[in-house]
């Protein structure tokens, strides 16, 4: 039998035992082109982002706040993307978004969460112009076309000494065209002489008659913004008509998927990068050792989007751990110098 002062020391102990707090689970959207033109991006980004969110949460960096990230397809169109945003918005109450893949699908579906005032983070947008002048809940970490390819023109003129170009370009996609119009500007800045310029659609898939017309101008280089499905198929046309010269892409082509499925063709083809896989940094080592750990070569589209769920991750902590849409808001207006796999 317990005694007086036993039953008062049990009675103190249980006073001051606190329970272990509540993991607190946070719902991140991850708005991603799984199907459509842009599939071999969104099946590289869902694998970046699986591996940043299960590192962070095992990690306790969050303390008790643990990452639940649900993925859904944007089918690489706005009509799906706008669904998707609705859903995540309006039913999932998620605190953030990633994504989309696609700026084309980003121009119309962010003004939704901008208006819900949810914050996005864009993993992959690289036009220009109207995506983050959508609103200030939209962010992103990837690096634009004009950001880029002005500089990577001019180091490949270095090298090549080319002196005249000829352009084809995607005409119904807001990234394909913002590349384009980044494309013209940078050759007429090195006084580059554009012999032609040919269009194409996504849905195209023979090249022959533009990249014919192109090929008879005899240009120095051929200069293409094309996501990768469609950028592989007009290399190997244009080799297979006989073009031998440099050709430039925009970063639609920084795919393994353009490199495999254009096979031979893709010998001399350039493209700048948003990504240096042979950085020593030690963020890029782990991260690439754990993609490698898990079966997978990551590729510039694994590291933007593994470095936004760290930025996310980091937003959140300079919000002071709060997790609400406009804390996390205020969060990433903090973010400085973090240091990830694509740099600080």
């Given amino acids: 039998m317990l005694g007086a002062w036993s039953y008062r020391a049990l009675a103190a102990l249980l006073c001051v035992t606190a329970l272990p707090a509540q993991a607190q689970t946070v719902k991140v959207g991850a708005a991603l082109s799984m199907t459509g033109a842009a599939a071999v991006y969104g099946a590289s980004q ?21 990452l639940q990230v649900l993925v859904e397809d944007d089918g690489s169109t706005k009509e799906q993307g706008i669904n998707v945003y609705q859903r995540f918005i309006n039913r999932e109450r998620v605190a953030a978004i990633l994504g989309p893949t696609l700026s084309t699908t980003a121009t119309a579906a962010n003004p939704i969460a901008q208006g819900a005032k949810v914050p996005v983070i864009a993993i992959s947008n690289t036009a220009p112009k109207g995506i983050t002048d959508i609103g200030d809940y939209i962010w992103r970490i990837s690096l634009t076309e004009a950001q880029v390819i002005p500089g990577a023109m001019k180091k490949a003129q270095q090298k090549l000494g080319f002196k005249s170009a000829a352009v084809l370009y995607g005409n119904d996609d807001v990234f394909t065209k913002a590349g384009y119009d980044v494309m013209k500007r940078s050759l007429e800045e090195l006084k580059v002489k554009v012999m032609g310029t040919q269009t194409f659609a996504k849905a195209d898939r023979d090249f ?33 008509l006989g073009y031998k010269g440099p050709i430039m892409g925009g970063n639609g082509f920084n ?8 096979g031979p063709a893709a010998e001399g083809v350039l493209v700048g990068t948003a990504w240096d896989s042979s950085s020593q940094a030690p963020e890029n080592q782990k991260f690439i050792q754990a993609m490698q750990a898990k079966g997978d070569n990551p590729d510039q589209f694994t590291a ?12 959140i902590k300079r919000a002071g751990n709060k997790t609400g849409r406009g804390d996390i808001k205020a969060g990433l207006a903090k973010v400085k110098d973090l240091p990830t796999p694509l740099g600080k």
């Fill in 46 to 66: 869902k694998k970046g982002i699986e591996l940043a969110a299960e590192e962070i949460n095992k990690s306790g960096a969050l303390k008790n706040i643990r």
């Fill in 208 to 240: 022959t008659p533009q990249l014919t017309e192109l090929k008879n101008v005899n240009p120095d280089i051929l200069v293409v913004s094309a996501l990768a499905d469609n950028a592989s198929a007009i290399v190997s046309q244009a080799r297979q």
């Fill in 255 to 262: 795919s393994p998927a353009f490199i495999k499925n254009a």
């Fill in 304 to 315: 933007q989007a593994y470095t936004a769920v760290y930025v996310l991750a980091e937003a």
